[in-house]
């Protein structure tokens, strides 16, 4: 409380310049004093407090690189959905659908592969070798499976000839040799053809025309009845995982049609897709991507097939690395993506993190179901 020096009136806590009862001039050292106790309460009011103006803590690397990946697939998402349109459109022509026998993609797929099988018997022209013992039994299987589907009464279309019935030596097949997924995974290893023999003549176009049809439909039937609750489901306790997994097979692909070897100026570097057991590499790269887009995760998969996927896709690598080629350096940052996603995904696991997703997500197994 000031007072006038004078006669020793009290002011209060208010500033005086002249004192009331004999009018004598405050000296400004009290006014200080009061301007300084006024001023006092301030901290009271938390305006000294600069905690509730920090700026938020930097966000860490793992979701810096996980909005650049974001931003990188926005365009990339663009062109491809923009060209499988285009495909889409090709395919779904009823004049084309027209000619098929119950308008069946598949089975223009698997005469494609029928016609990619026959011309390797040239010797020009680079064949499967030992994977016709596995290509031609299953696609055996799965066009009497498809012969299956599209004789049904419901299944069979307006305006089309009706597709007569499996003759009864065919029809009575254990119901295990039903599975969708026969045709699925079938599909998927053509699609793998179809990549290690990119740039390998004309009969690379035909692998191709095979793999893209029988990867539509199949891939169609596979993604369409994708159950909406599991959408996101790993995001909700860790990062999305699929994009990771994703990006790391597009690198871990591109890379093998690199140089995996060193070459001379009489012969060129064998590529990745020339390595032993590449089919095998590529074909799980596939079906690891396949299976974290559908599900959002990792999750479809038993951990252990989770293993044995990350020790595969690293002992094939290491043990077909060369320091002097460009194809296993390429290799390399795709395939630690997807060991990180696999690590990261197992983590979770054990942590406790993955119950919720075992409440939202299938059950840990190879869902092929389609």
């Known amino acids: 409380m000031n007072s006038c020096s004078s006669c020793g009136h009290p002011f209060g806590d208010e500033v005086q310049y002249f004192c009331p009862e004999c009018g004598q001039e405050v000296p400004d050292s009290q006014l200080n004093a009061g301007s300084a106790d006024y001023g006092a309460g301030e901290g009271d009011y938390g305006y000294n407090d600069d905690s509730a103006w920090q700026e938020p803590p930097p966000p860490s690397p793992l979701a810096r690189l996980e909005e650049l990946l974001a931003k990188v697939s926005v365009p990339v998402l663009g062109v491809a959905g923009q060209m499988g ?5 090709v395919l779904d022509d009823p004049r084309l659908r027209s000619h098929l026998p119950g308008g069946s993609l598949t089975l223009l797929g698997l005469g494609l592969v029928g016609l990619g099988l026959l011309l390797s018997v040239i010797p020009a022209v680079p064949g499967l070798g030992w994977g016709v013992l596995v290509v031609l039994p299953w696609a055996a299987l799965v066009a009497v499976n498809e012969w299956r589907i599209i004789s049904q009464p419901e299944a069979q279309e307006p305006g089309m000839p009706p597709v007569r019935p499996l003759p009864p030596s065919l029809a009575s097949l254990p119901r295990d040799t039903r599975h969708p997924g026969i045709a699925q995974t079938f599909a998927l290893l053509i699609c793998t053809y179809a990549v290690l023999m990119l740039g390998l003549g004309p009969i690379s176009l035909v692998w191709l025309l095979a793999g893209g049809v029988l990867g539509y439909e199949q891939g169609w039937r596979y993604f369409a009845d994708r ?3 599991t959408d996101g489901a790993e995001g909700s306790f860790g990062p ?13 692909t591109f890379s093998l049609l690199f140089p995996w070897t ?16 590449s089919t095998y590499t590529l074909f799980t790269l596939l079906l690891l991507a396949c299976s974290a887009v559908r599900h959002r995760g990792l999750s479809a998969f038993h951990p252990l097939l989770l293993i044995l996927a990350a020790i595969w896709l690293t002992m094939w690598f290491v043990l077909n690395m060369s320091a002097y080629a ?3 350096w390429f290799f390399l940052p795709g395939l630690l993506a997807v060991d990180a996603a696999i690590v990261r995904h197992l983590t979770l696991l054990m942590r406790g993190g993955g119950e919720n997703a075992e409440q939202q997500e299938p059950a840990p197994d190879v869902d092929l179901q389609g």
């Open 85 to 89: 349109a285009v495909f889409r459109g």
């Open 262 to 277: 060193r070459g001379t100026l009489q012969v060129p570097g064998l590529s990745g897709g020339d390595m032993p057991l």
């Open 326 to 328: 460009f194809g296993p």
């Open 240 to 252: 999305r995982l699929h994009r990771w997994v994703v990006a790391g097979v597009v690198v871990c």
């Open 227 to 229: 159950d909406e609750e």
